[in-house]
């Protein structure tokens, strides 16, 4: 069919008895046969397309609505979310999320309570050894890692990327902002960026602790500077060949300034939460590294996985 009317509704306010503002339109595109702008009924018949040159009548219809004054102009595009589902749904997502907790944690509590009641058997028998199985290397779960001055660095901007998340979550949730709404997640992602900067720093100076750092400043200086200073490369990479290509997604050099300027106080932020966390308490484990890593035996060529799998015969 052939839409050759179009509905046209004005959507006004009245300020006073004789001053109107007019909010918004709405367009309805329809198929009507013959052109007619008033319909007989509901179900009236529609404009077919012909293979053959057929006159065609366009016609147009306006109606006038009142509305309630907007607050903001993109009231009317944003639908406010429905608080009691998002509501209903969170709370469904705790409720399974607690009973999966309870079946995991009773399969590890049964699965302890065994493999206690197995050792102690094993124990009564001649030629045991302390460590079998699992313990051959359970002492080396807690040992500095080769790159830890790297690891605690990224583990603060995990934390901080989390936070601006989490944050900015929380704030469409309580209906304070609505994300189609231009430039509102981005500002609460900016102003997430302060606390999580804290927090990040904070929880990287607890790793770097807890792989026996000695300055803290470096891992805060690492932190504020490794993966910001990537996405910033990769941004300045693509103005650049933006620049050149004469294209409006360039950034100028007030946006760059107040990138910088956001990183300096962002910086500065998670030097704090670095701070902190170096005049605060070690993070204690619960088992021991032991000085030297135990050697882990290479599995020979016939038990890696790909052989299994050619070993195992097809179900009938």
Request: hydrophobic share 40%.
């Amino acid at each position: 069919y052939m839409n050759n009317h179009v509905s046209l509704h004005v959507l006004y306010s009245m300020q006073t008895h004789t001053t109107a503002t007019i909010e918004g339109f709405e367009v309805y595109p329809e198929s009507i046969l013959n052109g007619s702008c008033n319909p007989p009924a509901v179900d009236y018949p529609m404009q077919p397309v012909e293979e053959h040159a057929t006159p065609m009548t366009f016609t147009y219809s306006v109606t006038w609505k009142e509305v309630r004054e907007k607050a903001s102009r993109w009231e009317m595009y944003l639908s406010s979310p429905h608080t009691k589902k998002h509501t209903f749904a969170t709370i469904n997502s705790v409720l399974i999320l607690l009973c999966l907790s309870g079946v995991i944690g009773i399969i590890l509590l049964k699965t302890n309570a065994r493999e206690g009641y197995e050792e102690t058997e094993f124990k009564y028998q001649e030629g045991y050894e302390d460590s079998t199985g699992w313990r051959l290397i359970h002492h080396d779960v807690f040992r500095r890692p080769i790159y830890g001055g790297l690891l605690a660095p990224l583990v603060g901007s995990g934390v901080q990327l989390l936070s601006c998340v989490c944050i900015a979550l929380v704030g469409a949730m309580y209906d304070y902002y609505h994300p189609a709404q231009p430039g509102a997640l981005l500002a609460w992602l900016i102003c997430g960026v302060f606390p999580g900067s804290i927090l990040g720093g904070y929880y990287s100076g607890r790793v770097y602790k807890a792989f026996r750092g000695r300055s803290w400043l470096l891992n805060g200086g690492l932190t504020a500077f490794l993966v910001p200073f990537f996405i910033l490369s990769c941004q300045s990479v693509q103005s650049l060949i933006a620049w050149y290509q004469q294209s409006s997604l360039a950034l100028s050099f007030s946006v760059f300034t107040a990138i910088v300027l956001l990183w300096c106080v962002m910086a500065c932020m998670l030097l704090l939460g670095s701070y902190a966390a170096e005049h605060s308490q070690p993070i204690i484990h619960p088992i021991k590294a032991t000085l030297k890593a135990r050697p882990i035996p290479k599995k020979p060529w016939y038990q890696h996985p790909w052989i299994r799998y050619m070993e195992k015969e097809p179900r009938e």
